[in-house]
T-cell receptor, first 114, second 111 residues
Framework: GAGVSQSPSNKVTEKGKDVELRCDPI?????LYWYRQRLGQGLEFLIYFQGNSAPDKSGLPSDRFSAERTGESVSTLTIQRTQQEDSAVYLC????????????FGSGTRLTVV | GQQVMQIPQYQHVQEGEDFTTYCNSS?????IQWYKQRPGGHPVFLIQLVKSGEVKKQKRLTFQFGEAKKNSSLHITATQTTDVGTYFCAGPKAGSYQLTFGKGTKLSVIP
């Protein structure tokens, strides 16, 4: 597609439930990133996929968080047993490697845990 | 670990005034990138600087990369209401394409 697509755009879930967030990167972008942005805050790195290499999971805040990517395509971020502190906007970005084009971000998924 | 710091956190300016935000990294960077996030929106890539001492201009925006490649600045001349938003700098983690973002400078422009 023309841009990075994320779904759902909004998700309200009850504390303790699992949620799955989806990201469709730009076709041909080998790198895919997940960031979390709490209200009025900066971007917190979660996980990074590059081609077929093992993902960099160093930013995942707990073992309740996991992510997968199918080849160089769709990625899903799963949060198990959601807590209120998980409420945030989850941003996905993709990029070409090198070239100075930066990241292209999706519009994000706003997660609210009640 | 790597830290990227930005100042100021907030800036309110009268329309037509100039604005500058500063970015400092705890480590030497291979490049620095700048993003703009409009209220309610997502970050949008503005520019990447690679060379020591590099200066790039985009209309009223001037970006600089320090000689030591540890700091950068974004200067906006004669701000307009369309400049409102949060400006983030970001630098790559060593040996990776993963970016560490600063906390951003939120710019408000008073018409």
């Amino acid at each position: 597609g023309a841009g990075v697509s994320q779904s759902p755009s909004n998700k309200v879930t009850e504390k303790g439930k699992d949620v799955e967030l989806r990201c469709d990167p730009i076709s041909g972008h080998t790198a895919l990133y997940w960031y979390r942005q709490r209200l009025g805050q900066g971007l917190e790195f979660l996980i990074y996929f590059q081609g077929n290499s093992a993902p960099d999971k160093s930013g995942l805040p707990s073992d309740r968080f996991s992510a997968e990517r199918t080849g160089e395509s769709v990625s899903t971020l799963t949060i198990q047993r959601t807590q209120q502190e998980d409420s945030a906007v989850y941003l996905c970005a993709s990029s070409l490697l090198g070239g100075g084009y930066g990241y292209t971000f999706g519009s994000g998924t706003r997660l609210t845990v009640v | 670990g790597q830290q990227v710091m930005q100042i100021p956190q907030y800036q309110h300016v009268q329309e037509g005034e100039d604005f500058t935000t500063y970015c400092n990294s705890s480590t030497t960077l291979s490049n620095i990138q700048w993003y703009k996030q409009r209220p309610g929106g997502h970050p949008v890539f503005l520019i990447q600087l690679v060379k020591s001492g590099e200066v790039k201009k985009q209309k009223r925006l001037t970006f600089q990369f320090g000689e030591a490649k540890k700091n950068s600045s974004l200067h906006i001349t004669a701000t307009q209401t369309t400049d409102v938003g949060t400006y983030f700098c970001a630098g790559p983690k060593a040996g990776s394409y993963q970016l560490t973002f600063g906390k951003g400078t939120k710019l408000s422009v008073i018409p």
